[in-house]
């Protein structure tokens, strides 16, 4: 069974697919910061669940 997974994006959901589309349409500066703002969160992710196993 394939799961697709959904992101919450203004108030409705939204598929792999469509995330992956806005992505691409965005310009290449944009890509940057979106890169770079998903490298924070996995940081912060990685950081809070090394808090919580303590």
């Known amino acids: 069974m394939k799961f ?3 992101y919450l994006c203004k108030g409705f959901f939204m598929t792999d697919i469509q995330l992956f ?3 691409i349409a ?3 500066e944009l890509k940057k ?4 703002f998903v ?3 996995n940081m912060k992710s ?3 669940k090394a808090v919580f196993s303590s």
């Open 4 to 6: 697709e997974f959904l």
């Open 21 to 23: 589309e806005k992505l």
């Open 26 to 28: 965005l310009p290449s």
């Open 33 to 36: 910061e979106v890169s770079d």
């Open 39 to 41: 490298d924070f969160l």
């Open 46 to 48: 990685k950081k809070s």
